[in-house]
């Protein structure tokens, strides 16, 4: 089998120790929330593993920085949508888009803080909320509720695993890495289809 997913946590590892790494994680974390498909959890889980006395101070700067990108996605939905639609289309996310509209109608408050903390991309929910001008306080509370969760959530397993879990996710990575892959692979067929 291919070490590839090993060089590259054993990079993630060395940039998860960097002087700027935290500057990064703030600025993917802001950015996802808003317009990147990238979560910051690949950042956030080996930054919390490589210092775990510093796990919760990443976890929180990460919630911080995610509900800021969260409220210029916000914004974007409120003041620019026009300009963003035709990229939703294009990037394929027009379907998802109007998926989590439909969730506003039915849940609001509740929308958002699933949005927040699941795997489900973020960046739609914020802009939906904006597109809808949903009212914003409860907008940024289920934001920093879903987000937080979800930050703290994984900074805690990382500290809660400890070396046991480095160890052991150096020894699988190159499996989970490719099991990744394959399930990232098949959610793309099952949606084409």
Do not use: C
């Not at 690949?42 to 210092?51: S, T």
């Not at 509900?67 to 003041?79: C, D, K, N």
């Not at 490719?178 to 990232?184: D, I």
């Amino acid at each position: 089998m291919t070490k590839i997913f090993s060089a590259l946590y054993d990079k993630a590892m060395s940039w998860a120790v960097h002087r700027h790494a935290p500057v990064y994680l703030a600025g993917l974390s802001f950015a996802e929330s808003s317009f990147f498909p990238i979560p910051p959890d690949v950042m956030l889980a080996p930054m919390a593993l490589a210092e775990p006395k510093r796990a919760w101070f990443y976890a929180t700067l990460t919630t911080v920085a995610s509900v800021i990108g969260g409220i210029a996605g916000y914004l974007i939905g409120m003041f620019a949508f026009e300009l963003i639609e035709p990229w939703l289309h294009e990037l394929g996310y027009w379907g998802k888009f109007e998926v989590a509209q439909a969730w506003f109608s039915e849940w609001g408050f509740l929308a958002i803080f699933i949005a927040g903390f699941s795997p489900i991309p973020y960046k739609l929910f914020t802009i939906s909320a904006g597109v809808i001008s949903m009212v914003f306080l409860p907008f940024v509370l289920a934001s920093l509720i879903g987000r937080g969760a979800r930050f703290f959530l994984v900074a805690a397993i990382m500290v809660w695993g400890g070396e046991k879990m480095e160890k052991m996710v150096r020894t699988y990575i190159n499996w989970i890495g490719w099991l990744v892959v394959l399930a990232a692979l098949i959610l793309f067929i099952f949606l084409k289809i």
